[in-house]
């Protein structure tokens, strides 16, 4: 064999090679265009789809995404089952997610009535064991502290205000919860470590999966990066926030229990709860409920009906159900029953684990006992 025939050969067996490798299965058994996909129906905004395309598809090693929360009070469902669904979506396409209780803020931010103490007993109602804040600073307060130090000096109050609230006294809060974020969010770099192993507090995240009213502060994290030359940026995946019970309530609230649909709440409250809804077509919390939460839970809703009003009929898809409720096809009064079925249907292990769990029972006294501050 000639000496370019040989060398032709090589070039072949590299471009099979290569492309076994590009085809090579992901763990998932879904295609990187899939994972993409999967992942991006998490989020009604993504900053920025081509870096996410671009992370799923060349990273080696496990994608990281990261959630941080006050633990406030008690828990409704979209935290509870929502936050489920989009977590278990992250996770069948190779996402490892990782959450944050956000202890200290919640004290910064009042909740609570700033009492550490009620703060962390909200986080055991949750029944999580997840990673507190306070608990991982005080591991390692050189690092974190020097890190809000830096955020601070970086950036003036006039910035952090436009990023975050106005409410805001002083630039200590935004400072340390983008430090934490910081610290969780910046893709690959590890903060203070100088590439050594990532710790506990050191998430490495990837992707920054929380929801829009967080868009800000998140945003604020991605300009931090640019401020100190950081080629890898977390990317935002913000999901849509769930509408409350009341009209024109943007967001459920903890602070108000008519507000929410709480994840121990009774079938009668539930039922009580949504019966009260409204009839409104456009921002409709009934649909929003059945578009983000029982319809990626079931697959499906049943509509049972007398056949004089129609007869039952089974909605596998959101634009066959929107669009029928729009013309006035599908009553509230016939949706209501059908969404309040499928919420109890989710809900009723949680409520048996709080009847049934000394400790979950005992815990839930006592938030249920607390007064909620917004």
């Known amino acids: 064999m000639s000496a370019a025939?040989?060398?032709?050969?090589?070039?072949?067996?590299?471009?099979?090679?290569?492309?076994?490798?590009?085809?090579?299965?992901?763990?998932?058994?879904?295609?990187?265009?899939?994972?993409?996909?999967?992942?991006?129906?998490?989020?009604?905004?993504?900053?920025?789809?081509?870096?996410?395309?671009?992370l799923i598809a060349n990273k080696p090693g496990p994608i990281i995404a990261y959630d941080g929360f006050e633990p406030s009070g008690r828990m409704h469902i979209a935290q509870g089952v929502m936050k489920c669904i989009n977590v278990n979506k992250l996770t069948k396409a190779g996402v490892h997610f990782k959450f944050w209780i956000a202890d200290w803020f919640a004290q910064?931010?009042?909740?609570?009535?700033?009492?550490?103490?009620?703060?962390?007993?909200?986080?055991?109602?949750?029944?999580?064991?997840?990673?507190?804040?306070?608990?991982?600073?005080?591991?390692?307060?050189d690092e974190y502290w020097t890190l809000v130090m830096d955020i601070a000096r970086k950036n003036n109050l006039k910035r952090i205000?436009?990023?975050?609230?106005?409410?805001?006294?002083?630039?200590?809060?935004?400072?340390?919860?983008?430090?934490?974020?910081?610290?969780?969010?910046?893709?690959?770099?590890?903060?203070?470590?100088?590439?050594?192993?990532?710790?506990?507090?050191?998430?490495?995240?990837?992707?920054?999966?929380?929801?829009?009213?967080?868009?800000?502060?998140?945003?604020?994290?991605?300009?931090?990066?640019?401020d100190i030359k950081r080629k890898l940026k977390p990317v935002i995946l913000s999901h849509r926030?769930?509408?409350?019970?009341?009209?024109?309530?943007?967001?459920?609230?903890?602070?108000?229990?008519?507000?929410?649909?709480?994840?121990?709440?009774?079938?009668?409250?539930?039922?009580?709860?949504?019966?009260?809804?409204l009839k409104i077509v456009e921002g409709n919390p009934c649909i929003e409920y059945v578009r983000y939460i029982t319809m990626p839970w079931f697959d499906k809703i049943e509509i049972t009906r007398p056949e004089a009003n129609g007869g039952s009929k089974i909605y596998e898809t959101m634009d066959e159900l929107e669009a029928d409720y729009a013309s006035g096809a599908l009553h509230p009064g016939d949706l209501k029953p059908a969404l309040t079925a499928q919420l109890n249907l989710i809900l009723q292990p949680v409520r048996d684990h709080f009847n049934n769990d000394a400790e979950a029972k005992d815990l839930l006294k006592k938030v249920k006992s607390y007064k909620v501050t917004k």
């Open 5 to 54: 025939a040989a060398e032709q050969k090589d070039i072949v067996t590299a471009v099979e090679e290569l492309v076994v490798a590009e085809e090579k299965p992901h763990p998932s058994g879904l295609t990187v265009e899939e994972r993409y996909q999967l992942c991006r129906s998490v989020g009604q905004e993504c900053i920025c789809e081509d870096e996410l395309r671009k």
């Open 241 to 277: 926030m769930m509408p409350g019970l009341l009209e024109g309530q943007e967001k459920m609230s903890k602070s108000d229990p008519n507000s929410a649909i709480f994840m121990e709440d009774t079938e009668a409250e539930v039922k009580t709860k949504i019966k009260k809804l």
């Open 108 to 141: 910064l931010n009042n909740k609570m009535g700033g009492d550490l103490k009620k703060i962390q007993t909200v986080g055991r109602y949750m029944n999580v064991e997840f990673l507190s804040s306070s608990e991982e600073i005080n591991k390692r307060p």
């Open 161 to 226: 205000i436009r990023q975050t609230s106005a409410s805001y006294a002083s630039a200590i809060y935004p400072a340390s919860q983008l430090a934490s974020k910081a610290r969780c969010q910046l893709g690959s770099c590890q903060l203070g470590m100088d590439q050594r192993k990532v710790d506990k507090l050191a998430f490495n995240a990837d992707i920054c999966q929380l929801g829009m009213d967080q868009r800000k502060v998140n945003m604020l994290a991605r300009e931090y990066c640019d």
